[in-house]
């Protein structure tokens, strides 16, 4: 049973382009979370979706930022013309249920690097 | 805001030892709090959790204790191996809703054979 995969593993973006974030949940899992790791720093809740909802994205930046999971494929976090402050690993998690937050599992995450 | 700190940024042990590493929480509405384990370029992984109707909860080879009076978790690990090197994050959220788990800043542990 493969966990939740995150692809691409490390991403480079010039500043102005757009980074698309690809997550696909745990079979069976249709709550996702993303979370935001800056260097040296813990994670920092982004944004909850189900199967096409969005359920809280009070941790969003207002601008640039986008979070979607659609009926089918993967959840997409898409961030349009990249800065470099956007640099950070960025971490999707899967649940079954939502409300337990113990059957959650965490993607080895995408290292975005703006130059 | 409210937040979740650890009192020390890197702890270096020899094998064999135990650890402690220390968190301090200022939420005291949260009453679910997780350790998790994050190896260099992987994702965090789930080590263990406690509610906050508990004190204490044992895993294998680790412990979380929690004091609610002065909001304070610990992480303890038995006989320290240097597999047990990485950083370590406490969390807390609520049992009531999802996953919106609020994390601290981490503690590096670093076990030396």
């Known amino acids: 049973n493969a966990g939740v995969m995150q692809n691409p593993r490390h991403l480079v973006r010039r500043r102005g382009q757009e980074a698309r974030l690809r997550c696909s949940p745990m079979k069976g899992h249709s709550h996702v979370y993303w979370y935001r790791q800056l260097p040296e720093e813990g994670l920092k809740f982004m944004v909850y979706?189900?199967?096409?909802?969005?359920?809280?994205e009070s941790g969003m930046p207002k601008e640039r930022f986008s979070a979607e999971f659609p009926k089918e494929g993967p959840s997409i976090l898409r961030i349009q013309q990249v800065v470099r402050g956007d640099s950070a690993a960025y971490f999707c998690?899967?649940?079954?249920?939502?409300?337990?937050?113990?059957?959650?599992?965490f993607g080895q995450g995408t290292r975005l690097t703006v130059v | 805001g409210e937040s979740v700190g650890l009192h020390l940024p890197t702890l270096s042990v020899q094998e064999g030892d135990n650890s402690i590493i220390n968190c301090a929480y200022s939420n005291s509405a949260s009453d679910y709090f997780i350790w998790y384990k994050q190896e260099s370029g992987k994702g965090p992984q789930f080590i263990i959790d406690i509610r906050s109707n508990m004190d204490k909860r044992q895993g294998q080879r680790v412990t979380v204790l929690l004091n609610k009076t002065v909001k304070h978790l610990s992480l303890q690990i038995a006989a320290t191996q240097p597999g047990d090197s990485a950083v370590y994050f406490c969390?807390?959220?609520?049992?009531?809703?999802?996953?919106?788990?609020?994390f601290g800043t981490g503690t590096r542990l670093l076990v030396s054979p």
């Open positions: 979706l189900q199967k096409e909802n969005i359920i809280d």
């Open positions: 969390a807390e959220g609520f049992t009531a809703g999802f996953q919106k788990l609020v």
């Open positions: 998690a899967s649940d079954a249920q939502g409300a337990k937050v113990t059957e959650a599992f």
